[in-house]
């Protein structure tokens, strides 16, 4: 079963809605609905029975219903959590809509201060892998040799390009047939001429997929990518926040990750008083 979004005692805001008037209505989470098929919804789905300020709409075989009291699936709720005693509750409303509009970003911490980036993508090598400068001959075949996805690419067009030039005889076939190196004596021998054509296989290459290997995945885990968004806010804006860097906590760890510091509340409300777009919530 899916994580739970909502538990009982919560007070929750309606995100989605098979009626779109329900949307934005807040709602007191009362307990799991007697019946858990109530409502047409994912297997995984839990069905709570809630408590809603104004009447929602209910729709059953055609016919239309307001009550205040109903069911609503967990997927459909998202719990209003984390703010101090009397702070408008509009600003939970507000937090929840960006939050779902992707204007908010939230990170999840687990039980060790952990924090990672619960949305999952699939990135390009261009958000993966930093190239610099490959404009010119030199820092082409260094960026090359420098990222080892990009050199399997490239052994690859070497390989296709011996392929089609298998009966012609030139010496461009015999520079070619260098397994390590062939790639690297084409670029060389094609010069100022042909670098234009090697540049832009590497921006065509930059825009693809990441591959899938374990080294892609580890750059693309949650974990990481929750890492690089706190790095770039600075050392300032993590020590207010409660969030220290941690790269390996000893000699050949691989364990390099953000981690949060401070009590999870606190951190949330640091966040918005510095108008920070990113939010925090436990696993």
Request: charged share 25%; proline share 5%.
């Amino acid at each position: 079963m899916r994580k739970l979004n909502c538990r009982p005692g919560d007070l929750a805001i309606v995100v989605e809605a098979f009626n779109p008037v329900n949307i934005g209505n807040i709602v007191s989470v009362l307990s799991k609905h007697r019946d858990q098929m109530a409502l047409v919804c994912p297997e995984d789905d839990v069905i709570w029975l809630v408590q809603a300020a104004h009447p929602m709409t209910y729709e059953k075989q055609g016919k239309i219903t307001r009550r205040r009291k109903g069911a609503v699936p967990d997927s459909q709720l998202r719990p209003i959590r984390g703010y101090p005693l009397g702070q408008d509750i509009a600003v939970g409303v507000i937090e929840a809509h960006a939050k779902q509009e992707g204007k908010l970003r939230e990170f999840v911490v687990d039980e060790y201060g952990t924090i990672s980036d619960p949305v999952s993508f699939e990135p390009t090598n261009a958000e993966v892998f930093d190239l610099e400068d490959y404009q010119s001959i030199d820092t082409l075949i260094e960026a090359v040799e420098l990222c080892p996805p990009l050199l399997n690419h490239f052994h690859q067009l070497a390989w296709e390009k011996k392929n089609e030039m298998a009966a012609s005889g030139s010496t461009l076939l015999e520079a070619l047939s260098d397994e390590d190196f062939g790639w690297r004596n084409w670029i060389t021998a094609e010069g100022e001429a042909g670098l234009g054509w090697f540049v832009s296989q590497v921006e065509a290459w930059l825009d693809e997929p990441a591959c899938d290997d374990d080294q892609t995945a580890q750059q693309c885990s949650g974990v990481a990518l929750a890492k690089r968004y706190f790095e770039c806010l600075g050392n300032k804006t993590m020590d207010a926040l409660g969030v220290q860097i941690i790269e390996g906590d000893h000699p050949g760890s691989s364990y390099y990750a953000a981690e949060l510091r401070q009590d999870i509340d606190y951190a949330n409300e640091v966040a918005r008083d510095s108008g920070l777009e990113c939010r925090f919530r436990s696993s």
